[in-house]
């Protein structure tokens, strides 16, 4: 079981930015971070593989970057340019599988997740 705990959600006006840190227990293959706005359905925002390979989603493509300090076991989401529709609850997640293999098994539910974190953007 890994823990993951996550960081640095608040309030900020669109246009800004926040970075989001998720401090895992241990190393694991797959990192991501997933978002839930209040009536929706949970989002996939962005995925990191151990070895670097990237996805995200196409709403938030060219504003956030998932990147990770290994020798910390911390993954960050560095969010600019934010709008009001990235209101939502940010969620962290790990699985020891492929995130290629997680990405197109959308209903699999990744093995850990943190409690999340909120960000507000104001219009």
């Known amino acids: 079981q890994v823990q993951l705990v996550e960081s640095g959600g608040g309030s900020v006006q669109a246009g800004g930015s926040l970075r989001l840190s998720c401090v895992a227990s241990i190393a694991t293959y797959c990192m991501g971070w997933f978002r839930q706005a209040p009536e929706n359905e949970r989002e996939r925002v962005a995925t990191l593989e151990w070895e670097g390979t990237t996805s995200y989603a196409d709403s938030v493509k060219g504003r956030f970057t998932i990147s990770k300090d290994n020798a910390r076991n911390i993954v960050y989401l560095q969010m600019t340019s934010l709008k009001p529709e990235d209101t939502a609850k940010y969620y962290c997640?790990?699985?020891?599988?492929?995130?290629?293999?997680?990405?197109?098994?959308?209903?699999?539910?990744?093995?850990?997740w943190g409690q999340g974190t909120q960000v507000t953007v104001d219009s």
């Open positions: 997640a790990a699985d020891p599988g492929s995130c290629e293999w997680m990405i197109t098994h959308p209903r699999v539910r990744w093995a850990n």
